[in-house]
């Protein structure tokens, strides 16, 4: 599809030659204290009615079909009108944006598996498409009508299919976002996870795209909203926190990896390794073992085939 703009040739010299501004780690799943309340709710409801043996029941392994979908601007057909009769009018065509190769892709999901192997989960990509919707690609934000457009259109798979959509996350700066488990009930076409194509293996969102094995931690940590986890600095230093018992309480986010930081005394240092904290990716390497229970007891809950 081949979108037309005009512009004036200085607009698009420095815009196609401005580089992009170096992302951060902000990541826009953040429920509300009345959003979790009603979670864990709903979790507490939702385990009490599978078999009274299931706990006895270990599982080794639960493989979770991928279904990705790559995102893109589409070709761009630009009209540069001419700034003095010395000049001429231009077409200039920009090339399609977000477009990402199969190779991060299955890069992706080679360091998924990596990261969750300790877990148990295993993530099988099942299926890639592609489409070139620039309204799609710069504007699939949380509860708006693209995401519903989008989505609706684009998901496949039931509860227990992980649906990942690359975009690019141009007028709010976020790396990405996740529906929660319990959500899935009453929007089962929004369930997913959407996360800025730049991020992927050999992206170009620094510090998030480095080359394999220590990258693509935007997607390992949105996997992990997907599964039930929440961040480790939910809460700070009082309440239930991530309602992880062995993640030590984080007053704030981390930034870098800012080793022996302690910003809740008497708990233990943060956690800033672990793959729920804002971190950068090369200092995220762990879940805790009370995290992986969490996230199996919310997928039997909530995402079990």
């Not at 192997?117 to 295993?122: E, I, K, R, S, Y």
């Not at 710069?138 to 684009?154: D, H, I, M, Q």
């Not at 730049?198 to 480095?210: D, F, K, R, S, V």
Request: hydrophobic share 35%; net charge negative; glycine share 10%.
């Amino acid at each position: 599809m081949l979108y037309k703009i005009i512009v004036t040739s200085l607009y698009i010299a420095g815009a196609l030659a401005a580089p992009r501004s170096e992302p951060v780690r902000v990541c826009g799943t953040n429920p509300t204290r009345e959003e979790i309340d009603i979670a864990e709710s709903r979790l507490a409801t939702a385990q009490a009615r599978l078999p009274t043996d299931s706990g006895a029941k270990v599982v080794q392994s639960i493989t979770i079909p991928v279904y990705w979908h790559v995102l893109s601007s589409g070709d761009c057909e630009i009209f540069s009108a001419a700034r003095s009769k010395d000049e001429t009018d231009k077409i200039i065509i920009a090339p399609s944006q977000g477009n990402v190769p199969d190779e991060q892709i299955t890069d992706s999901i080679t360091v998924m598996n990596e990261q969750y192997a300790p877990t148990g989960f295993v993530f099988q990509l099942t299926g890639t498409d592609r489409t070139s919707n620039a309204i799609w690609y710069n504007g699939l934000y949380e509860k708006t009508p693209v995401e519903a457009e989008a989505k609706g259109a684009l998901r496949q798979g039931g509860a227990n299919a992980l649906n990942v959509y690359t975009v690019s996350f141009t007028t709010n700066p976020i790396l990405g976002y996740t529906t929660m488990p319990a959500d899935y009930q009453n929007f089962p076409t929004l369930d997913g996870v959407v996360i800025d194509y730049t991020t992927l293996p050999g992206g170009t969102g620094a510090p998030y795209n480095l080359v394999h094995e220590k990258s693509g931690m935007t997607l390992v940590h949105e996997t992990g909203h997907w599964l039930g986890l929440y961040h480790t600095f939910e809460g700070g230093c009082t309440g239930d926190g991530d309602m992880v018992d062995d993640t030590p309480a984080q007053l704030s986010q981390t930034t870098g990896c800012p080793i022996g930081r302690d910003s809740c005394p008497g708990g233990g240092p943060d956690p800033i390794h672990n793959f729920m904290d804002y971190s950068n990716d090369s200092c995220m390497n762990e879940f805790t073992p009370g995290q992986s229970a969490r996230m199996k007891a919310v997928y039997a809950s909530f995402r079990a085939a």
